[in-house]
Every structure is written in structure tokens, then in C-alpha cells.
């Protein structure tokens, strides 16, 4: 039989064979290590570990296993929308190509460098377009400001490394401006937005409208995100996917680059 079971079998077990493996490029980790040093709002007490076992057991393997306490909000997390707009999605509740999308990089560290206050501009963003030919559609936005060269310094990272409800006031580190904000969500209609300081907010902000703007449209925001200057301006795709946490506000956040070839 010309078409029968063994020639389609045949045909499968070939093309099993001839098959490559995925080329994948560089990889860039895009994520802060939780510790004792990890960085969270003044008013949160941060992460613990907390030993359990570990060595010999009495069936003679190793074995170790801990516990760990944190906030869904510090370290490199993830804000879901629900965090600051009512009836959104929660973490779990996210789609996944909002969380794995090609990715873009709008370097801005010199202008954060001369302003710890610095909003970034819808020029920012049109000025970016301009000099690599693409618009930020559809894609996950990542803001280097620069900041993560100071992670786990709270002070330099911060603006202060004072504590509670007064530690607060005095936060001072740049962040992305409600107009800029709007323009990416409704105008550009991006996936994501990230960022290497610990609010999609500037620290100073007393009504927190870019965390309102996006979620709104239920655009998730990336904090305290590392190794943006190991990254590329555009050519890579951001896999960012947090803990599962079902009904959270937020979550610690697993969050790599993998550069095209």
C-alpha cells in the first residue's frame, strides 16, 4: 500500500531525524537575586528565608528544603493590572503574550543622571522610533534609567534608605510620565512596559497615574529590572513570567532576554 500505516510511520520517524534544534542567542538575565538585600518599598519588611532541613537523612541522600516570606511587591517583580484598577487582571489572569513578546530598550540614563526626578517623555519614546525605524507597537517597552547600577544600595537606588510611611516621602528615582503612559497604551498599544527603579511611578509621585494609566487597559508593569545594559536597543525577545500567585496583585518575576542571532 502506497499510503499505508507503515510509510506514514516512516515519513514521521524522518522528519524526527532531520529535524535541528532550536537556534537560540545569547541569553540575558533580567532578574535581581532575593535575599537579605533585595530592595522593597520603605514600608514592606522584605524577603526572609527560613532553613529547614538539610543534610544526611536517615535514608542516606541528601536532602535540603526551605521556606521563604516576601511581599508579591519587591525585588524584580511584576504589577498586574489589578494592583491599581479595579476588576483587571490579576497575575495569574495575565495572557501570556503580554509576558513573552519581542522586546525594545529607550535608553535614558543621561537625562536621569542630571534629574533623580525624571519623567520619561512621549519624545523619549518618538525619538527612539526615529533612530532605529520601528515603531514601539505591540512589543514589551523596557526604560533604562540607569538606576540598576546602585542595586542593593537603598540610598543611592532609593533616594533614601529610611524606613515606613516617612521613608516614603522622601523615595526620589525616575519613573515614566502619565502622558507617556497614555500614549503607549492607547496610541502604540504595547504588550508590557519595565523598568530599573522601584516604580513604574517617579518616586515623588503622590497619585501614582502611570500605574493608573496602564492597567486600566490591563498593560502589566515590570520593577527593579536588571542588566538593562546588557541589552541591545532592539533584536531580542523578553520571556517575563512571575509566580502563578492566583488573585495576586503582584509577584516576584523570573524575567530574561534571549537575543536574536
Sequence with gaps: MKNGPFHILFAVLLVGCTQREPVIGKMVDLSHSYDSTTIYWPTEKGFELKKGFEGITPG???????????PEHGGTHIDAPIHFFAN???VDQIPL?????????????????????????????????????LFVSNAIVLLRTGFGKFWPDREQYMGTNQRGDSGVAKLRFPGLHPDAAHWLVNVRKIKAVGL????????QSKDFKSHVTLFEQNVPAFENVANLDQLPQKGFTVVALPMKIKGGSGGPLRIVALLNQ
Design 97 to 133: 503574550d503580554r509576558l513573552i513578546a519581542p522586546g525594545l530598550v529607550v535608553d535614558v540614563s543621561e537625562k536621569c543622571a542630571a534629574n533623580r526626578d525624571y519623567q520619561v517623555q512621549v519624545e523619549d519614546l518618538t525619538a527612539w522610533e526615529k533612530r532605529n525605524g
Design 196 to 203: 530599573d527603579t522601584p516604580s513604574i511611578d517617579y518616586g
Design 60 to 70: 542516606g541522600y541528601y536532602y535540603t528544603a526551605n521556606a521563604f516570606c516576601s
Design 88 to 90: 483587571r487582571n490579576t
